[in-house]
């Protein structure tokens, strides 16, 4: 498993992930989450893949406002409804 960047070149990956329909009120989708990082700028984006597999996205920033800059909250987090329970 590892993190890519989002990039011209694999954010439709990223806008083709789905969740389950209950899960949507616990999560944003990766599109309204990297929209939102385009005002503000402190957010970074990564696609979680298993090879070259798309299979999750995570949205982060670092503790800037407490000046703790080694701490990261993640404020999305989300596995494709096709491998959920899979233990990624």
Excluded: C
Excluded at 65 to 78: A, R, V, W
């Amino acid at each position: 498993m590892n993190l890519q960047e989002i990039t011209k070149d694999n954010w439709v990956d990223m806008i083709d992930l789905e969740i389950a329909t209950e899960q949507e009120k616990y999560v944003a989708l990766p599109s309204e989450a990297i929209a939102a990082s385009k005002f503000y700028d402190y957010y970074v984006n990564r696609g979680v893949y298993l090879g070259d597999k798309p299979i999750g996205f995570i949205q982060y920033h670092r503790n800037y406002n407490d000046g703790k800059y080694n701490e990261i909250f993640i404020d999305q987090l989300l596995i494709d409804v096709s491998v959920q329970g899979q233990g990624y």
